[in-house]
């Protein structure tokens, strides 16, 4: 984590392509052309450099002999496509694979359309009718949740896992006291009822609103500000003691100062309740004080993974960058400094019911070369748990 971070590149990012250079001068006699998936290189997150870089030379995962954390979630290979009525697959989740460790916070970073709400809702097993689980693991405390029967997933949803929605005036009930929505989620999971629930929804309340729970409690959604509701939301999230909650895109519809309150009320459940975090955003902005590490989402692939000081000031794929430099500067001063406009990424995501052979990313990227529109790159190693899934690195 990064407290206090600024994004440095969006004025200049002739030094991060410097710096990015430097590292690869400096690995420049590391082999990069073994390629592992992206879960595999992750697991070898606590592994030291050394120990690391002789596994991928002699091509044995299991030379590293240091301790492992195990994960709390693992995703491998994930596969999701939305049916049309006619038939037609449109796969809007591509082999995405990423571990989340006990207490560690994952940023997924992309743009719309890039997979972040299906995978968000693919992990609890939340998907809509028209979408389809191709492929995969989900392994979430030791249990499949690919295989798991409907009771365990009832169980697991909203108590183990909770997820946070974009849009909360759309996912609270606009006639039902915000009580009375927080009482519901708890008596689904804990025999509470009467006094002590009330007692239980007050204690909850407290913790994202400490100064007047009662009030917000007896409120109904329409009378709390877009904030205020965002609030409600992670009480709910937070009630049955989860150690997973997935927050997609949980402050986009915010100003930017209530965006930085909901990252610092994450940033306090987090440490309080010892909590796991995979926050969803478009904006790296919000990751830099927050996430530990940041996963980047291209057209339903992951093209980048790394710690968040990896991904925010040493990115390597050629998406990430064209992200990051779209991003405006400094969170607190947005319009000072910057002289020019900011560039955006020229083209549009591909169409994924039609994808052309090669790399997602070819019709827009500057670096594209002939054998990128052949066949789709591999994810590699470009340094210690930072890997990237492009040709210019191997792949
Ligand atoms: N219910 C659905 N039926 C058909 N296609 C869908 C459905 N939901 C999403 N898609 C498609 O799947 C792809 C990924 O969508 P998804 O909503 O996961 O992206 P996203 O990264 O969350 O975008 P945003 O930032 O706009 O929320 C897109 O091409 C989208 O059009
Ligand atoms: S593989 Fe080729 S087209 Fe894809 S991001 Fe890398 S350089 Fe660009
Ligand atoms: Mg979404």
């Known amino acids: 984590m990064l407290p206090g971070f600024t994004l440095p590149w969006s004025t200049n990012t002739e030094d991060l392509r410097r710096g990015s250079g430097q590292i690869l001068r400096q690995l420049s006699g590391f082999p990069f052309q073994l390629s592992l998936p992206f879960e595999r290189l992750a697991a070898h997150q ?6 690391l870089v002789r596994t991928w030379v002699r091509g044995q995962e299991k030379v590293c002999s240091a301790p492992r ?5 693992q995703v491998q ?3 999701v496509a939305y049916i049309s009525r006619a038939g037609k697959e449109s796969p809007a989740l591509a082999g995405v694979g990423f571990d989340v460790r006990p207490g560690e916070t994952l940023g997924v970073l992309g743009e719309s359309g890039s997979g972040k709400s299906t995978l968000a809702l693919a992990l609890p097993r939340l998907l809509p009718g028209n979408a389809e689980i191709q492929k995969g693991v989900i392994l979430f405390e030791g249990q499949d949740l690919l295989r798991a029967e409907p009771r365990a997933l009832e169980r697991i949803r909203g108590a183990r ?12 009930h606009p006639t039902i006291r915000i009580g009375g929505q927080i009482g519901d989620v708890l008596a689904a999971h804990e025999s509470l009822s009467g006094g002590a629930l009330r007692r239980r929804v007050l204690q909850l309340l407290a ?3 400490p100064g007047d729970p009662e009030r917000i409690a007896d409120s109904y959604p329409h009378q709390l500000s877009g904030g205020q509701q965002q609030r409600v939301l992670i009480a709910q999230a937070i009630a049955c003691g989860p150690s997973l909650i997935v927050a997609d895109e949980p402050t986009a519809s915010l100003d930017p100062t209530t965006q930085q309150d909901i990252i610092g009320l994450f940033r306090t459940l987090r440490e309080k309740f010892n909590l796991s975090l995979i ?3 478009h904006n790296p902005a919000l990751l830099a004080g927050l996430a530990d590490r940041i996963l980047v989402l291209y057209a339903g692939k992951v093209v980048e993974i790394g710690s968040t000081e990896q991904v925010l000031t040493l990115p390597q794929h050629p998406y990430t960058l064209a992200l990051l430099q779209s991003v405006p500067g400094r969170l607190d001063e947005p319009a000072k400094g910057r002289k020019s406009r900011l560039p955006v990424i020229p083209g549009e995501a591909p169409n994924l019911a039609a994808l052309a052979n090669g790399c997602r990313f070819a ?6 070369m002939e054998l990128c529109t052949k066949r789709e790159p591999a994810a590699v190693a470009v340094s210690e748990a ?3 899934a492009c040709f210019k690195y191997g792949g």
């Open 386 to 388: 930072h890997a990237v």
């Open 46 to 51: 606590s592994c030291p450099p050394d120990s």
């Open 363 to 368: 019709a827009r990227c500057a670096d594209r």
């Open 161 to 172: 896992i909770s997820l946070t929605f974009q849009e909360p005036s759309l996912a609270l």
């Open 69 to 73: 954390m195990i994960p709390l979630l």
């Open 279 to 281: 926050l969803i955003t």
């Open 207 to 209: 913790e994202v609103f």
């Open 77 to 79: 290979d994930l596969h």
